[in-house]
């Protein structure tokens, strides 16, 4: 139990363009899903927590208009890199609390590898 | 507020090696923490847990006790196998908020 799954695992796209990242808790509810950001040899930096029914909260220097976060169900979470440049060129994982189990462990995804050319 | 301190790798050992990856962490109140491995190409995998002081976490062989008095959770194995290779998360969670990481060891195994 406890899956959580993202898609694409990569894509590859040309500077200007918008991409969108699914993250989806496939066997449990989660009304908060989180979405990380990794450079290469380097640790998660959180950049936003995505709560299912309302807006997402934005950690400092992340750019909304930018990163677009939509939690429709208790059980999917996109993100949109819009007008996406090489420095965006990352990889990007989401994680999700299973809010039924009340439980604080988080279950991350397997990542998705963005290239922006 | 929070924060997680790793020993900076790579850590290089030889297989059947013994391992400890040091992890000390600041935080307010009682912390759960956690040990994440991620493979090369992979997201996070929960490789253990402990919840209050004193909890020992273990899982693959791998082990840590969370250690009030010194703020530290170290990660130890006996006998690490190449397959062991990867990048070791130490993380915090203060409650009903998102993870603390550490900035990752990562560990490299030699036949």
């Known amino acids: 139990g406890a899956v959580v799954s993202q898609h694409p695992s990569w894509v590859i796209c040309k500077s200007g363009t918008s991409v969108k990242i699914e993250c989806r808790s496939l066997?449990?509810?989660?009304?908060?899903m989180f979405w990380y950001r990794q450079f290469p040899k380097q640790s998660l930096m959180l950049m936003a927590t995505?709560?299912?029914?309302?807006?997402?909260?934005?950690e400092q220097g992340v750019e909304k208009d930018k990163f677009l976060i939509n939690h429709a169900s208790l059980t999917l979470s996109t993100l949109t890199v819009t007008s996406a440049h090489p420095e965006d060129s990352s990889f990007y994982i989401c994680?999700?609390?299973?809010?039924?189990?009340?439980?604080?462990?988080?279950?991350f995804g397997p990542g998705t590898r963005l290239t922006v050319l | 507020g929070d924060s997680v301190t790793q020993m900076e790798g790579p850590v290089t050992l030889s297989e059947e090696a013994f391992l400890t990856i040091n992890c000390t962490y600041t935080a307010t109140g009682y912390p759960s923490l956690f040990w994440y491995v991620q493979y090369p190409g992979e997201g996070l995998q929960l490789l253990l847990k402990a919840t209050k002081a004193d909890d020992k976490g273990s899982n693959k062989g791998f082990e840590a006790t969370y250690r009030k008095e010194t703020t530290s959770f170290h990660l130890e194995k006996g006998s690490v196998q190449v397959s062991d290779s990867a990048v070791y998360f130490c993380a915090l969670n203060s409650g009903y908020s998102t993870l603390t990481f550490g900035k990752g060891t990562m560990l490299l195994v030699s036949p």
């Open positions: 066997d449990f509810q989660a009304t908060t």
């Open positions: 995505s709560n299912e029914g309302s807006k997402a909260t934005y």
């Open positions: 994680s999700a609390r299973d809010t039924l189990a009340g439980v604080i462990e988080q279950f």
